[in-house]
Structure formats: structure tokens, C-alpha cells
């Protein structure tokens, strides 16, 4: 079984997410699909689909106005929980610590963490991408429990430049080996109908985490089928 995680960013409202779970419920699929929403979608018929979230705070309650506790997640219905995605990390400045301390607390309320990492195109470049991910992850996974982890280039989010399979290979082979116990890992960054098979047929690559073609059932059901 593959996990196929839909990361719907800043999109979305109400209708359009009634809309594709139906659909995502009426698809046949022998994989596990998860959808990780805006915080004010986290609510209403989830039509059986598996319920995500994009962030949470790395504190359990109290004075911090604008976060999302883990309680508040589980209260919802959250099942999965994405941290530490390089938007985090670029926009809002989020170090591997602060994705290690919310991945532990999410963990510790039985919410699973799809703890991102990934290099830049510098990094890459440079020729620094398998120490670059070495650090993220060893740095920013929780030292206990059960999570997934999301490789996603930086390079390629959102910009419709997909890694080679070699590159694809040689990086999840490094995320493989620099895990202490064996957890899924996905691939992320560009995904889509059209790769989606040929990616998941690599080895140590146990699903995908998809951006903007998980916004549409045009695009995203393709995505779902293409692997059955």
C-alpha cells in the first residue's frame, strides 16, 4: 500500500473540498489517500477520507495567538500532520529543532508526522545535497514513534522541474539509510498523472506528497488511478 498525501497549501474553501472528497471516495484505490487542509477546512463530512494538517505549533496550549495546538488537530478529526515543509521553513523561518519539537508532539497526541526535508538549488549544485539531507532529517525526525518522511527538492516544488530517477534514487537510498528503524518515504515536488507510476516504482519510495494537483479532481484522480 502506498500512502498519496494531498497538500492543499493556502487554497481551498468549503465547497471545493466537499467536492473532491466525494469524488476521492467514490475511486477505487488500494493505497491509503490522505488530505492535509487548511486549518478552517478541518471540519464537516470528511466523506471517509483520512483528514491531514499543514503545520502545528511546537507548544501544547497558551499564549501564542494565531497557532493550531495538537489537541485542537486531534479535536478535529486529524489524523496526519505535515512539518517542517520548506515553506515553513523558508517563510517562517523554522529550524530543524522547532520541526523535531513538533513532530515529538504530535507523535505523543497520536497524530503522524510527515516530517519535509530537501535541498535548494544552491545546495544541489554545490554538490551538497546528500549531507544536506542527512542534517535535516537526522535533526529535525523525533527520536521515537512512528512518522513518515517527505523528500521534496526544493527546486522542484512547484516549478514543473522533476529530479531524475537516479537522483531520485540516490536521495531516498540516503534517507533509507540514515533512519534508525524503517519508516515510509515519500516523494515530493511536481507530481504528476504522468510520473506519478514511474515514481513510486522506485525503490524506497512508499507514496507521494502532491501540491497543486491535488487541488482539482481533474488532476489529482489521475494521480490516485495511475498507481492502483
Sequence with gaps: MKLIIG??????????????????????????????????????DSFGVTLGAQDVSNH????????????????AGVKYVIVGHSER???????????????????????????CIGET????????????????LTES????????????????????VTPTTSEIVSAVKTVFDAL?????????GSINANNAKEIVSIPYVDGLLVGGASLKSETFLPIIKSIN
Design 7 to 44: 497538500n492543499w497549501k493556502m487554497n481551498g474553501n468549503m465547497d471545493e473540498k466537499n467536492f473532491l472528497f466525494k469524488d476521492i471516495s467514490n475511486t477505487k484505490t488500494k493505497n491509503k489517500v490522505i488530505m492535509c487542509l487548511p486549518f478552517t477546512l478541518l471540519w464537516g
Design 60 to 75: 501544547e496550549n497558551g499564549a501564542y495567538t494565531g497557532d493550531i495546538s495538537v489537541s485542537m488537530l486531534k479535536d
Design 89 to 115: 521553513r523558508t517563510f517562517h523561518n523554522e529550524t530543524n529543532e522547532t520541526v523535531k519539537e513538533k513532530a515529538t508532539l504530535a507523535i505523543k497526541n497520536g497524530i503522524i508526522p510527515v516530517v
Design 121 to 136: 538549488m544552491e545546495e544541489k549544485n554545490a554538490g551538497h545535497t546528500t549531507a544536506v539531507i542527512k542534517k535535516m
Design 141 to 160: 525526525m523525533p527520536d521515537n514513534g512512528e512518522f513518515v518522511v517527505a523528500y521534496e527538492p526544493r527546486w522542484a516544488i512547484g516549478t514543473g
Design 180 to 188: 534508525p528503524t524503517p519508516m515510509p518515504i515519500l516523494y515530493g
